[in-house]
């Protein structure tokens, strides 16, 4: 069973850049959350996507988009960064019929100078 | 609206000592609870759930949970600490029956001294 995959690892842009972060989600889930981890703090939902489709966001602005592909591999986008988008972006997979739990990357550590 | 706190950001315990990390809820609806744990630059592994039924929850590495509705607590312990739990540890909730949504407490972090 593959787990959860993420790249790049580590990635470092200047303000107003645009990052795109990339995950493979487990074998047979076909659910894709996206969160994001300051440092010192716990992770903050970014948005969803099932079946292609968002279907759930948090208090995100628009400048983070995202993608889900038919293989349930999922990008997340992030345009006009700040310094305040440094931090860990969390991949997290699951299956549809909702359990609870959720199988997390390791994560795309972002820093932005 | 659904959120957690976890009271504590830092917990130190001695390697053999009880572990106890605090958690509360707020939930409009009935719950689900989870704890857990991220090792450093490493992404969450869950310990343990709860979603129906015993209240007690046993999870992974000698950890379990206890849900108590009326005191919406969903604190965690072990009864001896390794060095191995060195770690931080998140409570997160999501609600039964929505979409996947879990909201995570702020974590706290567990310092085992030999």
């Known amino acids: 069973e593959t787990g959860v995959t993420q790249s790049p690892t580590h990635l470092i842009k200047t303000r107003g850049q645009q990052v795109t972060l990339r995950c493979s989600s487990q074998?047979?889930?076909?659910?894709v959350s996206w969160y994001q981890q300051a440092l010192g703090q716990g992770p903050q939902f970014i948005f969803q996507?099932?079946?292609?489709?968002?279907?759930g966001r948090g208090n995100f602005p628009p400048r983070f988009s995202g993608l889900q592909f038919p293989n349930y591999s999922s990008e997340l986008n992030v345009n006009a960064l700040e310094l305040d988008d440094s931090a860990l972006y969390l991949c997290?997979?699951?299956?549809?019929?909702?359990?609870?739990?959720?199988?997390f990357g390791e994560g795309s550590r972002l820093t932005v100078l | 609206a659904q959120s957690v706190t976890q009271l504590g950001s830092h917990v130190s315990v001695s390697e053999g000592a009880l572990v106890l990390l605090r958690c509360n809820y707020s939930?409009?609806?009935?719950?689900?609870l989870f704890w857990y744990v991220q090792y450093p630059n490493q992404g969450l592994q869950l310990l343990l759930k709860?979603?129906?039924?015993?209240?007690l929850v046993k999870g992974i590495n000698g950890f379990e949970a206890e849900f108590k509705k009326s005191e919406t607590s969903f604190h965690l312990t072990k009864p001896s600490a390794h060095m191995s739990d060195a770690a931080e540890y998140f409570c997160?909730?999501?609600?039964?029956?929505?979409?996947?949504?879990?909201?995570f407490g702020t974590g706290t972090k567990l310092q085992v001294i030999p």
């Open positions: 997290a997979s699951s299956q549809a019929s909702y359990t609870g739990e959720l199988f």
């Open positions: 074998s047979g889930h076909n659910t």
């Open positions: 996507y099932y079946r292609e489709e968002e279907n």
């Open positions: 939930s409009s609806v009935p719950p689900y």
């Open positions: 709860y979603t129906t039924g015993a209240t």
């Open positions: 997160a909730v999501s609600e039964a029956g929505g979409y996947q949504k879990v909201t």
